[in-house]
């Protein structure tokens, strides 16, 4: 079975094809993968402007879909489905993706497969490590932040989210106070390496709460004072003030994660591991902090490589083909959504 997918929801342009070969073996293969950053594109904004976005993936979509088909040694008509990102996301970019798939998927007859971009960050561990259902996730990145049970194909259930900014929204806005560059994620954890993660004592939000929620505004604005004490800023300032937010958001996302491993068992079962995905599931102190409390209950810990944490063709991809063998196909009238919630709440569980 082969699937090309097509992602278009943000700041880059994806599209990829993926194959599961028969029989019962976990995991899959990625034939292909190409993704174009826009990163050059929004730098001087300081973040992603949405016409922008849609306008490049306007221009490159097409050839990259040439390119990924050529690169995987297939055609159009040798695959079995089509699947894109059809939200959640930048409305302009998904429409571009969707109209996109919705045209191949018509002219080759193949099925049309409309995928959450956030169930594909959710699959991903089962692409890469073949992981079996049920496990817990944390999917984090510059516009979500949500600890999920996930149960089966389309069977996700929400024990914890973000309250304001998301872990990589708030990383993004410090490196932004700070004058670090675009995307600010990476810059903040490269400069936190060379810094003193406790020269300043930054608050840990929500730490000790009962549900497994996250509040990171609270976080961002102790930061702020904090460098607005000791402006103007050297180098060295930014640097301990970066490792001392990122010790922080450490702590915190350790912390929620102990409490929703405890709340897993009476929606789920017991998991089979603790997967981090999603463009924050990159960064390398939240990994270790990750599998450090993974082995302490005696589980494995599990990411995606670098290159599939943040958005790319494959996730979608490999999302269409576990929902194609789950029996769900979309038709062609299937909706762009700028908002699209993946996983049910607890309480509703």
Request: net charge negative.
């Amino acid at each position: 079975m082969k699937i090309l997918g097509i992602e278009t929801t943000c700041d880059e342009t994806a599209a990829a094809v993926v194959a599961k070969p028969d029989g019962d073996e976990p995991g899959g293969q990625i034939l292909s993968n190409e993704v174009l950053s826009q990163i050059a594109e929004h730098a001087a904004y300081g973040g992603v402007v949405p016409e922008i976005a849609a306008r490049a993936h306007v221009e490159v979509l097409d050839r990259l879909i040439e390119r990924a088909l050529d690169k995987a040694g297939t055609t159009l008509a040798e695959l079995d489905g089509i699947a894109v990102a059809a939200g959640p996301g930048l409305i302009g970019g998904v429409l571009v993706g969707l109209v996109t798939a919705k045209a191949l998927a018509l002219v080759s007859r193949k099925p049309l497969l409309a995928i959450n971009h956030l169930e594909a960050h959710a699959l991903t561990p089962r692409l890469t490590d073949g992981v079996a259902f049920p496990y817990l996730l944390l999917l984090a990145s510059g516009g979500h932040t949500q600890l999920v049970a996930v149960r089966g194909v389309g069977d996700y259930v929400r024990l914890g989210g973000t309250i304001d900014d998301a872990i990589g929204e708030a990383f993004d806005k410090i490196a932004k106070l700070l004058g670090l560059g675009y995307p600010g994620g990476p810059e903040v954890e490269r400069m936190a390496e060379a810094g003193n993660p406790e020269r300043f004592a930054l608050p840990r939000p929500m730490l000790g709460r009962r549900e497994a929620d996250f509040s990171l505004s609270g976080l961002k604005t102790a930061l702020r004072i904090e460098a607005e004490k000791i402006a103007p800023l050297a180098r060295a300032d930014v640097a301990d003030l970066c490792a001392s937010f990122q010790a922080a958001v450490v702590d915190v996302v350790a912390d929620r994660v102990r409490v929703a491993l405890r709340g897993f068992d009476a929606v789920a079962g017991q998991p089979t591991a603790l997967v981090a995905s999603g463009g924050v599931a990159a960064n390398g102190a939240i990994r270790r902090a990750l599998a450090a409390q993974a082995g302490q209950v005696g589980l494995s810990f599990v990411a995606p490589p670098l290159p599939l944490c943040g958005d790319n063709g494959a996730m979608i991809a490999w999302a269409g083909l576990e929902r194609l063998r789950a029996g769900f196909v979309d038709d062609l009238t299937a909706p762009a959504r700028a908002r699209w919630p993946f996983a049910v709440a607890a309480t509703a569980a």
